[in-house]
């Protein structure tokens, strides 16, 4: 349904992210996400930095991120975010920005997420769940949010946009607008596997490369 043979002069790198990338750049269909939009991106692992990117490349008009490592909220900037939080900033957040953001993207899975999302999105805005949630309810308290509002699980790439992401992913790579330095930080040999299992445990991998 998804694969595609990737053309020879995209670079192994960038070839391995496609994976990622194209699951991201299907979700922005899915949530309708358009250029000129307001968003909070939960998360700064490599899907909300994708989210971050893309949503800069797509032209949305305000991106932010809230993770709690130090070093993650810094790549977001360097990916185009416009501002970083902490999970310490989101009661201020709730009384600063209440109902104004056309959508919150959850791009690490944890249905507390969506509760905490609510107060800030506008009439009609939209919470989006990307990440996986463990759980098997979903419970909404529905009064903290605007009286219509959307609500958009995400849990597995909608086939047809992850298949046809592709061609204008691999355009950014050969404009130079999308690179996969700016997503790996670590890279090792296989013989290496284990400081590389080590290094992620460690909370500093955003995407860890293993050579062949």
């Known amino acids: 349904e998804i694969q595609r043979r990737v053309d020879p002069d995209i670079a192994a790198a960038e070839a391995a992210l496609l994976c990622t990338w194209r699951e991201v750049y299907g979700g922005f269909g899915d949530f309708s996400l358009k250029a000129g939009d307001r968003i909070l991106v939960f998360g700064a692992g490599p899907v909300g930095l994708s989210f971050v990117k893309f949503g800069k490349l797509l032209g949305l008009r305000w991106i932010g991120v809230m993770d709690p490592l130090p070093n993650k909220r810094a790549q977001a900037l360097k990916m185009g975010a416009d501002a970083v939080f902490g999970k310490e900033d989101l ?56 009286y219509n509002f959307n609500l958009y699980v995400h849990q597995w790439p909608t086939r ?18 999308l690179k996969a330095s700016e997503f790996v930080t670590h890279e090792f040999a296989l013989e290496q596997i284990k400081e590389a299992l080590a290094a992620v445990k460690s909370g500093q991998v955003i995407k860890c490369l293993l050579k062949y």
Request: glycine share 8%.
């Open 91 to 146: 009661p201020r957040l709730e009384k600063e920005w209440a109902k104004s953001l056309d959508a919150v993207v959850d791009a690490v899975g944890h249905e507390a997420l969506v509760n905490q999302a609510l107060p800030l999105i506008k009439m009609g805005g939209s919470i989006c769940v990307y990440g996986v949630i463990a759980a098997p309810s979903l419970p909404v308290n529905k009064s903290a949010g605007p």
């Open 160 to 177: 047809w946009r992850e298949r046809e992401a592709q061609a204008p992913l691999c355009q950014w790579i050969r404009e130079g607008k």
